[in-house]
């Protein structure tokens, strides 16, 4: 029986009900002392688990109650009845726990379409185990919000993605960017009506330029008709005003779209990484010429490795790993500022890893690209940052660069779960809610030190500081964006469990969704986008 021809909506494993008929004519009291019996004993002899010879429930359990792959392995080293094979379908000789892991991996979107050649590639490229391939897929929910709302703070424009998969863009539209079908810049979010009936689930913007990834693994892209082009380049023989899938991609089923200044780079679900137009006198990471719209496969390190997420700077890429001893990050591209996390400042042709993490015990589950520099935050909750440090956007007390990653040592009374970067600036999201910012204070984009507060608002943090001002909203914060751009003023966006969304920073071309009174091109303090992200 193949798995793919499971019942339920979910494509979840058969659940057999089991009926105990010599239970239905003896007395209350007869029923409560045979139940006991049967409890822990089988009726053959003692010590038999009666739920061996037929382990829906358990399984049922195991998955409803949505265990780490990590519990499911914790499982299988307590007793022989969760390792061995459970003679259970779709593959009687799978284990209970590896059972209970393919069982939560078919209710996912990314596999279900997959064909059961395909679902044996992924888990033998995963490691060999159902438990390696919920792991992976897990791990690139949690740090890309994959199927979940989110907002995406552009270089002068803005997106947001509700949970439902509708997409809203507002700001700058000298390229189309915002896929109205026009060139006319918009203050108030609207929605992008060409694309009902079809699902998105995340975005990508960059300089006058927008990608959206669907829940089919199509890429639809609008704005400037290049995939190359520099940010302060010409606007190309032609822009598309409304989104038009990526034809070259169609043959990939792609989860998450990153833009960089030089570069675009995809990332599929068999976590494979491909650029393109990455090329010019470097050529980094692979063969291939600037305006290239093909995509390649980044070759190295990373052509057996799975990825769970990137993340591209100006003119290099992160890429989070995740492999059976552990997750780790690799980079490659331009070493300026020793953004790439080696040691030194030179150019790194194809994917290295950065060996750090090793080295401070940390294990990586979120990754970020600032402009020249960029974060991660470990499993444990510490949150590290290397590259250029102007203005403090390391956090570290000063402006001095660090060209391997660096514990941020001020942050270590918080646990975080997520981390942005921009151009010179960092924000950090606690396991509670609460935000921190550091670095550049241009254009009030780090959302503190207002003039209400008896401050300079363009003040520079070299620390992190906690973001009061969010703090008043009272809402616990899951998300923050904010622009990854050395050639447009930033602006912010701050993301709410309950779906609310607010921004502060530069709003001269609408970006910040909402409207500014006469005179001004920025809001210091966060205010709410009327826009239901839920």
């Not at 779709?90 to 284990?95: G, I, T, V």
């Not at 590896?98 to 069982?103: I, K, R």
């Not at 939560?104 to 379409?113: V, W």
């Not at 863009?169 to 026009?182: A, C, K, M, R, Y």
Request: hydrophobic share 35%.
């Amino acid at each position: 029986m193949d798995a793919t021809t499971s019942r339920g909506a979910s494509s979840s494993l058969p659940l057999h009900l089991i009926v105990d008929d010599t239970l239905a004519l003896v007395s209350p009291l007869q029923q409560s002392f045979q139940r006991s019996q049967r409890l822990c004993f089988g009726d053959a002899a003692p010590g038999e688990f009666p739920l061996a010879a037929n382990p829906s429930i358990v399984l049922h359990v195991l998955t409803s109650c949505n265990l780490e792959p990590e519990d499911l392995a914790h499982l299988e080293a307590t007793c022989t009845f969760f390792r061995k094979p459970a003679n259970f379908p779709p593959d009687f000789d799978l284990s209970m726990s590896e059972l209970a892991a393919l069982d939560m991996c078919q209710k996912r979107a990314i596999f279900k379409p997959m064909t059961a050649h395909e679902r044996e590639l992924f888990k033998q490229r995963c490691g060999g185990s159902w438990k390696l391939v919920l792991r992976f897929i897990m791990a690139g929910e949690a740090c890309c919000r994959r199927e979940k709302s989110q907002a995406i703070a552009g270089p002068g424009h803005s997106i947001a993605v509700t949970a439902s998969g509708a997409v809203y863009t507002f700001g700058s539209n000298n390229s189309g960017q915002l896929g109205h079908g026009n060139l006319e810049e918009e203050w108030r979010p609207r929605v992008i009506r060409s694309l009902q009936g079809i699902r998105i689930i995340q975005a990508a913007a960059g300089a006058g330029r927008t990608m959206l990834v669907s829940d089919a693994g199509r890429v639809y892209a609008f704005g400037k008709d290049s995939f190359g082009e520099v940010e302060y380049g010409g606007q190309g023989s032609r822009v598309v005003t409304t989104p038009q899938m990526v034809e070259s991609l169609k043959d990939i089923y792609v989860v998450q779209a990153a833009i960089g200044n030089f570069f675009t780079a995809v990332l599929s679900r068999e976590g494979r990484v491909y650029t393109f137009s990455w090329g010019n006198d470097t050529r980094l990471g692979h063969q291939t010429e600037p305006n290239d719209v093909q995509p390649h496969l980044l070759t190295g390190a990373l052509e057996n490795i799975p990825v769970v997420q990137i993340a591209a700077g100006y003119c290099y890429l992160l890429a989070l790993a995740c492999q059976p001893t552990g997750m780790s990050v690799y980079s490659v591209g331009c070493g300026l500022g020793g953004k790439l996390g080696h040691g030194s400042r030179t150019d790194e042709k194809y994917p290295r890893l950065i060996e750090q993490f090793q080295n401070l015990n940390i294990q990586p589950v979120v990754v970020a690209a600032g402009a020249w520099h960029a974060a991660v935050v470990g499993k444990d909750g510490r949150v590290c940052t290397w590259g250029w440090g102007r203005y403090g956007c390391l956090g570290h007390g000063n402006e001095e660069c660090e060209s391997v990653p660096k514990v941020v040592e001020a942050l270590s009374g918080v646990k975080a779960v997520h981390v942005a970067t921009g151009d010179y600036t960092t924000f950090v999201v606690s396991d509670k809610g609460d935000v921190y910012s550091f670095g550049c204070g241009e254009s009030s984009s780090l959302g503190h030190n207002t003039i209400i507060e008896g401050n300079n608002r363009h003040t520079n943090v070299l620390s992190p500081e906690l973001v009061t001002s969010l703090k008043r909203v009272n809402e616990r914060m899951v998300q923050i964006s904010l622009t990854n751009s050395i050639y447009w003023n930033a602006h912010t966006f701050a993301l709410t469990d309950s779906g609310k969304l607010y921004a502060f920073g530069a709003g001269d071309k609408g970006q910040l969704g909402t409207e500014l009174v006469a005179q001004q091109s920025e809001r210091g303090t966060p205010e709410r986008v009327e826009i239901d992200l839920n």
